[in-house]
């Protein structure tokens, strides 16, 4: 059976080959605990500081600001619960927005539960915060703002530069969720000013299982995992040194080649989106225009229920803007925050290529799509008349 067309990059990228042969040492010959003394540690502890320094150039860090975890999961709590600990500060209030990753939503529902305030400052119909009012959030109280750089669903950019310069200015830790935008547009921690930075590996062409969290230098962190002293006492557990590696690895392809990336990505991308406006005139862009990642691609066909036509679509591999939860559909909780109603929400894909997307592929999935559609509102028609 022929694979169908990947457009799902936002969820999970596959290994790049390059990624893969960096890794492969370190699952065989250089299998040693970093923390070991012998040549064997030695070798694992020099493959994971060289990733750190590989990571860290990709964000303008210095290296020691760079935090190996397990994922962009961890590295959201660890932000997160690190600075809304107990004794950490006496403040007890959040900034965040009404359209974060459930990674970060959830450990702020929890901080909720113990008696934290979160303000959950709203976007406009694109999708997109605004600084001033996330500014506006801020008050004497606030322990934390947290705020992702780039919306999952809608590849929406959000202004933190903005909000970061207003936050530091009132030593206000802030923390960005980057997993989404890094490697696809420039990240860097300076020109952003945040103090904190979520990176995920599988999104960036490293395997699961393995992330980072930049930490700026100063910035106080109390540890989410205790235990012995690795990552320099900042989080306990023998290191993931084959996926560091390759989280390293990843970071080297992406800082040598983002601008042709980005290039590639934005075309293939608004090729796909231009096949399918001639299919589909109708059809309505979620998020803005510009201020989006170059990949990202998220579409309500009217009339068309978004499961339906993946399921009648084979041959296209995307994500729908709902979801089902115990036998029901649930329209995306980031679309319905825009103000785009059930129904059309009910109606939105999320297409996202990636770098090995080819402008033959957009064209065909494109094609494939867009007769689906028509053949689905043809059927309904058919069954009202």
Known sequence: ????????????????????????????????????AHPYGAAARAGVEAA??????LLGAEADEILFTSGGTESDNAAIFGICRPGATARRHVVT?????????????ALERDGWRVTRVAVGPDGRVDAAAVIDAMTDDTALVTIMHAQNETGALMPI????????????????????SVGKVEVDVTALGVDL?????????????????YLRRGTKLAPLLLGAGHESGRRAGTENVAG??????????????????ARHLRGVRDRLHARLLNHLPDLRLNGPEEERLPNTLNVAIPGVSAAALLAAVPGVAAAAGAACHAGTIEPSAVLLAMGISRELASCSLRLTVGHPTTPMEADLAAERIGAAALRLRRELRGHNT
Do not use: C, W
């Open 1 to 36: 059976m022929t694979q169908p067309i990947y457009l799902d990059y936002n969820a999970t990228t596959p290994v790049a080959p390059e990624v893969l042969e960096e890794m492969l040492p370190y699952l065989r010959r250089d299998f040693g605990n970093p923390s070991s």
């Open 52 to 57: 750190r320094a590989r990571v860290a150039q």
């Open 97 to 109: 927005t009404a359209v974060e990753h459930p990674a970060v939503e959830a450990p702020l529902r």
């Open 161 to 180: 530069a903005a909000v970061a310069a207003e936050a530091r200015r009132r030593a206000i830790p802030i923390h960005t969720d980057a997993a989404q």
């Open 197 to 213: 930075l979520t990176i995920a590996g599988h999104k960036v062409y490293a395997p699961k299982g393995v992330g980072a969290l």
């Open 244 to 261: 560091v590696v390759g989280l390293g690895a990843a970071a080297e392809l992406l800082r040598r080649d983002l601008p042709a990336r």
